[in-house]
């Protein structure tokens, strides 16, 4: 049933023997202890769990082990220590995104993914991007002006 | 150089630790030797428990039940009442009523001995909806008229003026249950140290959760720690609801001895935890023969589910809101919280007041329709102004700015020119709203039952911590309370720090709730801080207190409800405007629009935040939060795929301004806001969606399949 499953986790090497069944999402909590991605669903509809997966946005709690052999993951983990994610970080922090906060690393993620492949979005574009990341604190007005504030802010980071 | 306003954003407290994913939850934390649980629950919604059948228990797994409630222990869990039990014992009122707490190292084993456990019934007949609990069927099981309370108040005599009147006009507005989907589900930690019981829990009300199970455990408040956790949203889901946890987790720990979690998965959230009363507000108004409104008699019926919990006191706020902010000549309103066998209702944002706010507001627009005018030019003539006389006998004591807030929601709307360019049945419309919300607890409550004490300690090392019992649910009260402290102390914002409170550290600063932090809370610490700073150069630690103290001069009497039901309220101003495809009934909001009387903002960004996510937790309620129970299966849309909350493309970017109007008594002139905030957008959606179909709505959630009925059928 266990299998050795192979990838990069925030630029690092590692290698987890488990049921390749097993949830992504519980991998990286439980046996990595990396708590900052978050469950608040568990059926793919809320973006809480959402990490990078070789650069696209994926919800953690619909991705079995099996699919992440030989991928690269990014969690908020490893944004946090990027320029682009300290830039997200802030802008979150001044624009008033953060409420609660039980959304708010899975947005940084959808934001991450966002300006990665649109780095001057416009505000439709915007709630399109975090459409898939449901807050139930904040309306979204606060991190949609939080995303295009870090758009302009890191000018050249994306 | 002048001081900058109290209002100017700062970066909140809590932002960065939570945007870079470093803030812990309570799931987030592992305790040496932890243990998992299950809820076992009731699977039918009335009728006695004939047996039990388990599954062989491996080494190291229990199943707890009301057996296991320590000696000289009470089957109860005390909120407002001692009527809610922590373990179903003999019969069950509801489906999802505690049975038992399955506990054991993994999880996986615990689900499968769930599922292997066998309850028999004898079922008996059930009432879900009002009108079934109305009418006792199956039989009372609440006294003997299924009746948790039954109380009326007038102002004149209704009967003369419904008697004399030239016409009166009858009307019928319900709202439905609503889901608070804090986006982190229920979550609690229990475990002793040494003689004393810990429990870590996501929660609004330390307070509460000790005092709920003190008598469970048999035990003084003293051996009884709780420790809120970081609280991932909250809304009033967990206000009294993590009671439910912590009673059988402690009876668990006590029998056990090693610390024990329970995390609800968002399954359990949304089927099993407490919802927003459902509601049947009926009206019948007396109008003259010019169209001027006499009087109202109105009948608010508010469905509580099987234990009363806090729907007495979610009722009275109802009854007290039900004329909204229009002074009418004469009225009665009497209110009921109907016993039935659904889960418990409990505390939601506006507790009680957004129900009957939406159904004078529907209401009004309905009168207007009959005299011909437009909903606007009625309400206006009825706007509370201070000194007005309240359904309560007692008086308006703010100046009301309800007119300067009307014209800058026009401005910025356009309200005017579109109310008259859309005509009815276009498939366009805009509708307006207009609401309040009473400050901080009814009454006298504060003075009578909270009674709220803080306190404020400049440790050795010059930082002064702030030791309330008041929470962070994600409303920004850290920042607020930090704000208010620093800035009277003259001190940098980071040598005043919060952290989550422990009760056996803290004072008792009350709930949690009614929006009460910022202004009742606020203005303690204020007080103490003030104190301190006269103290300030004193060596070593101080410690200053500050304790509740009522202004003088606001009568009210808690036996008879008469006289200032509150002392101060904040209000509102909003209006939405939409589009209705003509097939599909999908309504599109174009645009939203309001204004706020918070009496001076102690964080502009802050109470932005507020503004932005109640309106929008308000328009989902309205539009597409459709939540049924059945009989059978209880409540039917449990997860996030079926229970529709809004998403960032649901509705358009808002425009939200506020009035500059300090409230005396408040810290820095600010009033309470974070549940006015929720009080009116929902009413302003109806409105406008009225209008564009021309088709008058009496009841919420409204989503497309439900318009489309409504619009075949007539009202
Ligand atoms: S927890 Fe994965 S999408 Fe909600
Ligand atoms: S900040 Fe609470 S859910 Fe988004």
Known sequence: MVREIQFRLNGKDVSVICDPLKRLLDVLREDLGMVGTKEACGEGECGACSVLRDGAIVTTCMIPMGAVQGCEITTIEGLRETERGKCLIEAFADGGAVQCGFCIPGMVIAAESLLASNPHPTNEQIRHGISGNLCRCTGYDLIVDSIRLASERGNGLW | MRETPIGTP???????????????????YRFDGMLYSRMVRSTVARGRIA?????????????????????????????????????????????????GLLVGPDRGVLLDLEQGIVIEYEEGVPSISIEEGLACKGG??????????????????????????????????????????????????????????????????????????????????????????????????????????????????????????LVFDRHEDGAFSVKRHPSRTRFKTALDKDGNILGMDIDVVYNAGAYESCSYVVLQRGVFHAAG??????????????????????????????????????????????????????????????GDITVTNGHINDTVVLSEMLQQVMEASGYAQKAATYKPGSGKG?????????????????????????????????????LVGSTEMGQ????????????????????????????SCVADSGPTVASRSTMIVGKLLERAALEMKERWEEPGEIITQAEYQHPEGYPW?????????????????????????????????????????????IDELVVKGQIHGGIIQSLGYAAMEKLENTAKKGFKQVGLSDYIIPTSMDFPAQTA????????????????????????ASAAFIDAVSRAVDTEIRSIPIPPETLTELMKHGA
């Open chain 2, 10 to 28: 700062i970066r909140r407290l809590d932002a960065i630790s939570k945007a870079s994913g470093t803030q812990m939850y309570l799931s987030d």
């Open chain 2, 325 to 386: 902010v229009y002074t009418i000549p004469v009225t009665r309103v009497r209110g009921r919280a109907v016993a039935t066998n659904t889960f418990p209702s409990d505390a939601f944002r506006g507790f009680g007041a957004p129900q009957t706010l939406f159904a004078i507001e529907v209401h009004m627009c309905h009168l207007a329709n009959e005299l011909g005018i437009d909903p606007l030019e009625l309400k206006k003539r009825y706007f509370n102004k201070k």
């Open chain 2, 557 to 601: 009497d808690q036996s008879t409800f008469q006289g200032d039901a509150y002392i101060t309220y904040g209000w509102g101003v909003c209006a939405v405007e939409v589009e209705v495809d003509p097939l599909t009934r999908e309504v599109i909001t174009k645009g939203v629009w309001s204004s706020h009387d918070v009496g001076v903002p």
């Open chain 2, 657 to 680: 301004t506020l009035v500059h109007n300090p409230y005396p008594y408040g810290p820095f002139g600010a009033k309470g806001m974070g549940e006015l905030v929720f009080n009116g």
């Open chain 2, 476 to 503: 920004g009260l850290q920042t607020a309370l930090a704000k208010i402290v620093a800035r009277v102390l003259d001190v940098d914002q980071d040598r005043v720090v919060y952290d989550n409170p422990d009760t």
């Open chain 2, 51 to 99: 047996a039990i059948n388990m599954p062989p228990l491996p080494d190291g797994y229990y199943f707890i039940t009301h057996k296991d409630i320590p000696e000289g222990g009470v089957n109860e869990l005390y909120m407002i009442k001692k009527d809610y039990r922590c373990f179903a014992e003999g019969d069950v009122r509801y489906i999802g009523e505690t049975i």
């Open chain 2, 140 to 261: 009372p099981f609440v006294g003997d008229r299924n009746l948790f309370c039954d109380f009326t108040i007038d102002k004149g005599n209704i009967d003369e003026v419904l008697a004399k009147a030239y016409r009166v006009v009858e009307d019928e507005i319900n709202t439905g249950w609503q889901e608070h989907v804090h986006l982190e589900t229920n979550a609690a930690v229990a475990e002793k140290e040494g003689d004393k019981f810990i429990i870590n829990i996501s929660c609004q009300c330390p307070f509460y959760v000790r005092k709920s199970v003190a008598g469970l455990m048999n035990r003084p408040f003293e051996d009884i720690i709780v420790r809120q956790t970081t609280t991932g949203g909250a809304f009033g889901g967990k206000e009294h609801f993590p009671d439910i946890l912590a009673g059988p987790l402690l009876v668990a720990v006590n029998k056990i001895g090693k610390p024990i979690q």
């Open chain 2, 430 to 466: 805009i509708g307006i709203s207009f609401y309040n919300h009473g400050g901080a607890f009814t009454g006298n409550g504060e003075q009578m039952i909270i009674k709220a004490k803080a306190k404020l300690h400049r440790r050795a090392d010059g930082i002064v911590a702030i």
